[in-house]
């Protein structure tokens, strides 16, 4: 198996249980949020779905640096617009993880705000870290779902609304 093969499938695993809490997002409660310094409910839903854009970053060039493609949060206006962000994200990092060789995902890259340099790692350990990225966001969400008292998914086996 492939590094690239193996990144994808668990990039696909990683992504169904994030597509299960996604869709579970209360569509009328985008502008919620558990505390004044937290993210709207809908701002943490569409910051899950546009995560996936880090491994085309990552497979497009060695280096990303904020400064010069400055943050911009985007705040949905629906559910749908949320899952259908998520869903083409997705699909356009499995078509790059497809594409990529074990040769490329093992040379180092680079995050940059301007001339200072965050980190210079391997892809492949970029990859993992933006997948743990994914999880911890996951997990902020499905907090926000028991505050509104919305059945959450089960990820790792059943959760307490499944038994």
Excluded at 27 to 32: G, I
Excluded at 34 to 50: D, N, Q, T, V, Y
Excluded at 95 to 117: H, I, M
């Amino acid at each position: 198996m492939t590094l690239a093969e193996t990144y994808t499938n668990q990039l696909k695993h990683v992504a169904a249980a994030n597509k299960r809490m996604l869709e579970r997002i209360p569509a009328d409660k985008l502008d919620w949020k558990p505390h004044a310094k937290s993210m709207s409910l809908g701002r943490l839903g569409m910051h899950i779905a546009e995560l996936p854009v880090w491994v085309n970053r990552l497979l497009e060039a060695d280096h990303f640096d904020f400064f010069a493609t400055p943050y911009k949060p985007n705040v949905p206006d629906s559910l749908e617009q949320i899952l259908q962000e998520y869903e083409t994200r997705l699909a356009a990092a499995i078509d790059a993880l497809n594409q990529a060789t074990d040769e490329q995902l093992q040379q180092y890259w680079q995050l940059r705000k301007g001339e200072t340099v965050l980190f210079d790692l391997p892809r492949t350990s970029v990859l993992r870290n933006e997948q743990q990225h994914m999880v911890h966001h996951r997990g902020q969400l499905s907090v926000y779902l028991r505050l509104l008292d919305v059945p959450v998914p089960g990820i790792f086996g059943p959760s307490a609304d499944e038994r």
